[in-house]
């Protein structure tokens, strides 16, 4: 009995050990790295091909008049290069290839590269890439058409370029993709035309996971002029907006700490490679021989109870930055590539 009493005396000991330490162990996790917060559940749009000066009350009317007001923007902001794929590809582990510069399909551009998504594994935080229209999860190869508004574009989609996370035990195949790929690069809805609704239920159960990469179709991302043509294809993109962002932001998942973060792949123009603020208006790779040395000036829009309202325009950021803000929000001390040289976007923040 005496021995079950001394057992039972040093449990209580420790447990009282263990909670009077729990303050000092909690003082030591910053509240912020590099001044960026610790974030909640994170939500990122990315629409395409749209300059800043694009976004307006006339082409875009919802960005312009009611999410930017309530958001902390960059008018700095740049892609890293030109086409579509490098720059995806380039947020998501701060680099790229000529490959992907060429917006191939996985089967020629895929890399054995460490990206976020396998940080986020590696760190424990959930995440998913949500892509609409997407005929199946983890899908390689493009699907539907803009005329029927389901197109699928595989070269949106940066995580199916992963070996690490595509293929099963690390080897890319067009045959065998993993489990894990299939559990976290969903589509978002049906092929149905402009269908989120797999999301939209998740969203409004609040089970969402921490990291949630949002890719609309070929219509709803700005990408196309998909019938009934809107004044222009940035209309689409915003009226995609005006449909989600009311749901993301009342979702039970958003709360006190959650992160929205809308942004473009690319603009039209040279503007950014690596800082430059200059821009230079390009209709097609030709007729600008330095069309790939930056990815234009694109839009960069954060709303969140974390952040600060209004304009920001002091510092030059790129996807790189975002990576980097990203990583640091999601406390990963190691950065990826470009990343570990790049800048955070840490001047928006309460």
Not at 177 to 195: F, H, K, Y
Request: aromatic share 10%; glycine share 10%.
């Amino acid at each position: 009995m005496n021995n079950r009493r001394n057992r039972l005396a040093l449990l209580i000991t420790l447990v009282l050990i263990w909670t009077a330490a729990l303050p000092a162990i909690a003082a030591k996790q910053p509240a912020k790295i590099e001044g960026v917060p610790r974030f909640g559940n994170v939500f990122i749009i990315v629409g395409e091909n749209t300059e800043i000066t694009q976004v307006n009350a006339q082409n875009t009317p919802y960005l312009a008049t009611e999410l930017m007001p309530r958001s902390a923007w960059l008018t700095h902001y740049y892609g890293v290069t030109h086409f579509s794929l490098a720059n995806y590809i380039a947020m998501t582990s701060g680099q790229y290839t000529v490959c992907q510069q060429g917006d191939y399909g996985p089967g020629d551009c895929h890399q054995d590269i460490d990206n976020l998504f396998s940080q986020l594994n590696a760190a424990g935080i959930s995440w998913k890439s949500w892509m609409e229209s997407m005929p199946e999860p983890c899908a390689i190869e493009d699907a539907g058409a803009s005329k029927t508004l389901n197109g699928y574009d595989v070269k949106h989609n940066p995580a199916v370029y992963y070996d690490n996370i595509e293929g099963m035990y690390g080897v890319w195949s067009a045959t065998s993709t993993s489990d894990l790929c299939r559990a976290r690069v969903v589509p978002a809805g049906t092929t149905g035309p402009n269908d989120m609704r797999h999301f939209d239920t998740t969203l409004a159960k609040g089970r969402v996971p921490r990291f949630n990469l949002i890719i609309p179709n070929e219509c709803e991302n700005g990408h196309d002029t998909c019938p009934p043509n809107p004044p222009s294809a940035t209309g689409q993109f915003d009226e995609f907006l005006r449909r989600e962002v009311p749901k993301i932001l009342a979702s039970p998942a958003f709360g006190a700490d959650g992160v929205l973060i809308i942004t473009y792949d690319e603009g039209t123009s040279t503007g950014g490679g690596g800082g430059a603020n200059g821009s230079t208006p390009c209709n097609a790779w030709v007729d600008c021989p330095n069309f790939f040395d930056g990815g234009g000036n694109v839009p960069f829009l954060v709303i969140s109870n974390l952040a600060k309202t209004g304009e920001f325009n002091t510092y030059v950021r790129d996807h790189y930055s975002l990576l980097r803000t990203l990583e640091n929000g999601f406390a990963i001390r190691q950065y990826l590539g470009e990343a570990a040289s790049a800048h955070p976007i840490a001047d928006i923040w309460k």
